[in-house]
């Protein structure tokens, strides 16, 4: 049980920084760009989501469910992260 509130603490931490980084690339965007960055975001949390859950599915009824779909969605957030930081990073030279 701590495993898994662990695994859940760490995502929620991940997808903070993920709010953040967006929310500081989407003061970099013209009104067209973030109509795009909106969409591709909720474009890939329905994949993140659903992938992540397809992944947990394999332990259906086990107590380790929990912390393999924490964890699949923190890593998943944290590549996403790395990637908003490079469009920035991009932005920036």
């Known amino acids: 049980m701590e495993m898994n509130e662990t695994a859940a603490a760490s995502f929620i931490k991940a997808d903070t920084e993920l709010n953040k980084v967006y929310k500081q690339l989407m003061t970099m965007l013209n009104q067209s760009e973030k109509t795009l960055l909106i969409q591709a975001e909720k474009d890939w949390v329905k994949f993140r989501d659903s992938h992540c859950k397809f992944e947990a599915s394999q332990y259906e009824g086990g107590s380790i469910k929990p912390l393999i779909y924490s964890t ?17 990073k991009e932005r920036n030279l």
């Open 72 to 88: 699949c969605l923190e890593q998943l957030t944290r590549k996403r992260i790395a990637e908003i930081k490079a469009s920035i």
